[in-house]
Structures are given as C-alpha cells and as structure tokens.
C-alpha cells in the first residue's frame, strides 16, 4: 500500500488552534443569523411535508418561508460586511 504524505508545509494559520471561534466568526455568525434563521424555517417547513401530501396552509407555510430567505440573502447581499474588501 503507497502511503500518502504532504509534500508542502500546510496551508493553514500558524497561530494554534484553541477550539472556539474568533471574534471576527462570531461577529459573522451574528450578521448571517437572519439568513440561518429563515434557511432553518424553510427546511422546518418542508420537513413537515415529507410523508405527506402538502395541504393549501403547508403550501402557503413553505412559500413565506421561501420569500423569508430572499429577503435574508437580499438584506445580508446589501449589507456591507466588516474587512470586506469593496
């Protein structure tokens, strides 16, 4: 069996890694929370429909849920992250 082994040095930060996330991953996180937010409602309200057949109220459920997202993605395309370059 041929072994496999890094032929470069890594790619990586040199800093250790401590296991929590930076101030600047939170910061993100908090800015993207709308868009998870609405990603999670859409896939809650797909969900529900899985096993069955999607009623009127299921279908009105996923639409708002779907349009949710758009104005998350919209919101957060517009907003102008921190250290992004313009």
Known sequence: MKTIAALRAGVTAVAPFDG???DAELDAIDTEMPLIMADVALLDAQ???IDRTPTELDERR???ARRRVLAAR???ANTEMPGAVA
């Open 20 to 22: 929590e996330p930076s």
């Open 62 to 64: 996923i639409r708002r």
């Open 47 to 49: 969900i529900m429909t």
């Open 74 to 76: 919209r919101d957060l």
